[in-house]
Structures are given as C-alpha cells and as structure tokens.
C-alpha cells in the first residue's frame, strides 16, 4: 500500500514540476513515506532519519519531510523526537503536498497536514509506477474493522472504496499502457463495494477481470470473515484471476482470535479454508501471523502451530506482536508475553513454515506450469525472474523470452521460497 501511495505521491509532485532524483544524494528534497503498523517498522524511519540528520547538518537547504502513518498516529512527537524534520503529511493529504512545499520558505512553523478526509481515495490520479509489468492498484482505503493489535484504523481512517467504473478504466488504461499484471489494493480488499451500483467485491473481481482478459488479476489483502462463496466462484470461473488468496489468520488459537477482535473462530477459518479448497483445490493460500500477542500461552501458540499444518500455507508474513500506541490492545491488554518468548514463538512459526513451503515447493518439481517473466534474475542475465498464477516466484533459463512474455516453465528445483526451471 505504501508503495503504491509513494507512486501517487511521485504523480502529484511531477504534475507541478518536481523531478524525482535517481540518486538520494542528490536530491534537494527528501521524502520519507512512513509505516506505523509494527514497531521495527517505525524503528527503521528513526535509523533513517538518524542517517539523514548529518547530511542536514551539512546541507541547510536540504528538506526532509515524513509522510504516511507515522506522523499521522504520532502526530507532532515527529517533531520534538527529530527537530530536523521541516514537515509531515499524512496519508488523505498527499494532494496538498506540492503546495506545502513551495510555500515551505514563507512558512512561518513547521506544516503539518493531517486532517482525515473520509472521501479521498486519489481516483483520477494515474500513479507513476516503479515498474512496467506488474501493477499495484489500491481500490479501497482505510479499515472499519477494529482488531485489537492494529494501528491501521487509527492511521487510515475509515474505509471507502474507488466507484466501479473508475477502477474498470484504470485497468483498461493499464493493460493500454503494457502491464501485464494488476493487484487490486485494500487493507481490507473483499469488503469493497459500489453502493450505488449494488455491487461487492465479487462483482468487482468478475467486472474487472472481464474488462481485461489478457490481464493477470491478484488481489490483496482479504479478511476472513468477508471471503464469500461467490467471490471464490467467481475466481473459479474467470482464468485471469490467480489461483492465490492471502488470508491472514494471526493465530490458531480461538481465545486468542477473540481477543484480537478478529471477528471468527479457528473453527470458521477453517470451514472458510475447506469452501475455497472445494471449488479451487490447487489455491495456493498464503497468511500473516502474529507470536506473542497479550496472554498467549504456550497452548494457544500451539494451536497456532497446529493450525498452520492443517492449512499447509504456501508462505507468510510471521511477526512478533508490538504494541501500537492508541489500539485497543494497548490500552486494555497486558503486553505480557516475555520478549524471549515472543520470539522463541516467532522462530517455531517462522521454522516449521519455512519446512512447509520446500514441501509444497518442492512438490512442484516435474510439473509445467505458466509464468509471467517480470525481470532478468538478479543473477544472470541469461535467467529470467517470474511468478506463477499461484504467486510463486520461479527463475528459469530465459531462451528466447523477455519479461512480459507469459510461457510455461519445467520446474526441476525448489528451495522453500524459489522454484527454478528451463522455459518450454
Ligand atoms: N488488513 C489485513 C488483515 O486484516 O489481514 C492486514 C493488514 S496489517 C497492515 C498487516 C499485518 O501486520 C497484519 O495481518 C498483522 O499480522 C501484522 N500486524 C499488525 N499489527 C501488528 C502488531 N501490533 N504487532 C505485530 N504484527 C502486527
Ligand atoms: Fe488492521 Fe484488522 Fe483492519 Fe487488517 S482488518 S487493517 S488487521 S484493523
């Protein structure tokens, strides 16, 4: 997500003359697009900030601006923690940037531009995109649901979704454009709707992927408790649709679901995993996961392990729980769980994963399967990087493609994170 806002951002500068540098030691302005939702996440702004502190020590002139969901869930303490910061933006006012920064030497404080805005989505904006083959488009922003470990509500703000017409004519400007590719962006992805169109995310998925055929179609991140039957028909019946759904659990223990607000059980998910696998039996399903979140015992983080064996994950996002200023967590929950343990915990889920994913990787081997190529490997040249429709990624002897070409690939190796193999 936060890629894909620096990519509206970069629009909405270069609309009014900026140009963006290629080399971060040359830039007058420095832009810093922040993220709240785990601890290190921040740590990192504060190592880079730290970093950057020298360089304005040298350089006066040197602007250095903090945007995202940093500022906006810390507010001001941005400025008292790093008084070289000369302002900060949160994630609904990136239109107003350009602006902030012309005006910066007549500013009399330092801006600060935070105020919520229940509406925007930067529809109507056309991203400057990182690369030329995949494509990042947020459909929705912002989250109603309130699990009790997020900061992403508070940042965020409340969830609105891009009109369906709007996002049919970004993809079909997309695939006009070249790209091969588009995930459709959300926190909360399945819960997007067209009121006046009478038509959720299904709909959405279906509309789209008819709009564009000769397009691969992912969507991110999913909630649980919104996967319906009809969303994973649709996906059944459309062949651009990739046969992978992440769908992020947390945890495996359904004490510990409650008191995340996760609003199911481990029963539910499971019965949810068992509907998808019925009508998609190859679905790769990926997940987040938390260690160590408030009163976990040792039985619950085994339910956790428990459930990650009955699903059979292809990969996750694993994480230590952190606790987050202004969540529900934070003010009502003891963060209890040693930091030892949470990460013993976190090192067990990140084990046995990792033994999973070569599993299922590995049964891969023999197989053919369809490629899109994204890049050359980072390797060799002579190798091409590219992603099954399951979101596996493959590096393979290019022959004669290039990426952008979609071609199907023997897979003879796998490790837990890569297949390889020879283009067909
Ligand atoms: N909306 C998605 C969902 O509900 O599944 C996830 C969005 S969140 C930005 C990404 C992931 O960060 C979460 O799924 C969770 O695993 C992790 N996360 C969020 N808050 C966290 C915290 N306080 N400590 C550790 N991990 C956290
Ligand atoms: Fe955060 Fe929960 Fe919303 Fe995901 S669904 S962004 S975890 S509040």
């Keep these: 997500m ?34 709240a939702v785990r601890e290190n996440a921040e740590e990192r702004l504060g190592n880079i900030l730290t970093h950057l502190k020298g360089r304005k020590r040298r350089c006066k002139e040197l602007v250095i601006g903090v945007l995202g969901c940093v500022p906006q869930f810390e507010r001001e303490r941005v400025f008292s923690d790093y008084p070289f910061v000369d302002f900060i933006v949160g994630p609904d006012n990136y239109r107003e940037l350009a602006g902030l920064v012309a005006g910066l030497r007549e500013a009399v404080a330092r801006p600060a531009l935070l105020d919520y805005d229940q509406t925007e989505t930067y529809a109507g ?19 109603n649901n309130h699990c009790a470990f997020c900061v992403v509500p508070v940042t965020r703000g ?21 790209f091969r590719e588009v995930t459709l962006l959300g926190q909360n992805v399945n819960s997007w709707r067209d009121a ?19 397009m691969r179609i992912r969507f991110t991140t999913s909630h649980p408790k919104d996967i319906s039957e009809a969303l994973v028909k649709v996906i059944t019946a ?9 769908l992020p659990v947390q945890s495996g223990s359904s004490r510990m679901l409650d008191l995340m607000k996760r609003g199911h059980t481990r029963e539910e998910y499971l019965d949810r995993i068992a509907m998808i696998r019925s009508y998609i039996p190859e679905v ?29 994950y292809d990969t996750a996002f694993m994480f230590h729980y952190s606790v987050r200023p202004g969540t529900w ?21 990140i084990e046995l994963q990792n033994a999973m994913s070569r599993e299922i990787f590995r049964r891969e081997i023999g197989k053919t399967v369809e490629v899109l190529a994204e890049a050359e490997s980072k390797r060799s040249e002579s190798m091409l990087m590219g992603r099954t429709p399951e979101n596996r990624a493959v590096v393979f002897s290019r022959g004669g493609f290039n990426p952008g070409d ?9 490790t837990s994170a890569t297949l390889s193999g020879e283009a067909v």
């Design 2 to 35: 936060n890629q894909a806002d620096s990519e509206i951002v970069t629009a909405l500068l270069r609309a009014e003359g900026f140009v963006p540098s290629a080399d971060e030691t040359n830039a007058d302005i420095v832009l810093l697009n922040s993220c």
């Design 238 to 246: 459309r062949p651009n649709l990739c046969n992978h759904i992440h």
């Design 329 to 349: 967590a934070a003010r009502n929950l003891p963060d209890d769980v040693p930091d030892t343990v949470k990460k013993a915990r976190l090192q067990e889920i």
């Design 284 to 312: 790769a399903i990926t997940t987040d996961l938390i260690a160590g979140f408030c009163t976990e015992t040792e039985k619950d983080h085994r339910e956790t392990l428990s459930l990650m064996e009955a699903v059979g």
């Design 125 to 143: 904006i056309e991203p400057v995109r990182a690369g030329s083959i995949s494509a990042f488009l947020p459909v929705m922003r912002g989250c």
């Design 158 to 178: 409340r969830e609105r979704s891009v009109g369906f017409e709007r996002v049919v004519a970004e993809v079909a400007a997309l695939e006009k454009a070249g």
């Design 406 to 414: 979609t071609l199907l690939v023997k897979i003879t190796g796998a």
């Design 196 to 214: 006046e169109k009478e038509l959720d995310f299904a709909g959405l998925l279906e509309g789209v992927s008819l709009a564009v055929p000769s």
